[in-house]
């Protein structure tokens, strides 16, 4: 009898404990060394973003350093080398991928196609024995001269940016896509254009029982967030983006 209400006791409380991290709540935040920002949290396994975390003094570029999500497991992306064999290797395979997201963006025009397309940016990692990439390919179109009786100071000359970014799966039969965009962008020529960044930065990758989910951040020259993607074998999903500062 003794031995049974053991048995019963323990499974009671196994029971308790499974429904208690279950519903667990863990905060997901950021952190550039000094300061932690709370970015958003996971609640029954799912994540929600803030939609705003006030500062006192805005954010440096590329600040950020790490992600922290308390028991939850944090993978660093790595950034691929340039003209490393993996990068001279899938550079071409890539660029195909933003060929073909820009065709079907119709973002191809006359002026367009004749500026040559980069690879920008590579970053890897690893989940279940496969690779997911993080890319960003783009090309330039320089305007063309303005006319002597234009004002520049009105409208300065600028470039024209084809970006396109993504995720891809690298699988025995080459890279299967995962999600990508492409944008249209145009940049005034004279301005600095500030530290040498991605449009989208990886700091972590949160290891969840479910679709992985990658931690990125983005700035423009007054705001800076973070966005949260859910990285599937199907797909991508966003899970939300926070500003930080400007509350």
């Not at 944090?74 to 899938?90: D, M």
Request: proline share 8%; aromatic share 6%; charged share 20%.
């Amino acid at each position: 009898m003794a031995g049974r209400l053991a048995v019963a006791c323990l499974a009671t409380l196994m029971t308790a404990s499974l429904i208690a991290q279950a519903g667990a709540t863990t905060d997901v935040s950021v952190s550039d060394g000094t300061y932690t920002y709370t970015v958003a949290r996971i609640v029954d396994g799912r994540v929600s973003a803030a939609p705003c975390v006030a500062t006192d003094v805005p954010l440096e570029p590329l600040a950020l350093k790490s992600v922290v999500a308390g028991a939850v497991p944090v993978v660093v992306p790595r950034a691929v080398a340039v003209g490393s064999e993996e990068w001279n290797r899938l550079s071409p395979i890539i660029l195909g991928l933003a060929e073909r997201r820009e065709r079907e963006q119709r973002l191809v025009q006359a002026t367009t196609a004749r500026a040559p397309r980069f690879l920008d940016w590579l970053f890897a990692t690893e989940a279940g024995g496969r690779i997911i990439y993080y890319f960003e390919a783009s090309r330039r179109v320089p305007s063309v001269a303005a006319p002597l009786d234009v004002d520049v100071d009105t409208d300065p000359p600028g470039t024209i940016r084809v970006v396109v970014s993504g995720f891809a799966r690298n699988e025995p039969g080459g890279l299967i896509p995962l999600g990508t965009k492409g944008e249209l962008r145009w940049e005034q020529d004279g301005l600095p254009r500030g530290p040498n960044r991605p449009d989208l930065r990886p700091l972590g990758v949160l290891a969840l029982p479910g679709d992985p989910v990658w931690v990125m951040e983005g700035r423009t020259p007054a705001t800076s967030w973070v966005h949260l993607v859910a990285v599937g074998a199907r797909g991508t999903n966003q899970r939300g983006t926070t500003r930080i500062g400007g509350c």
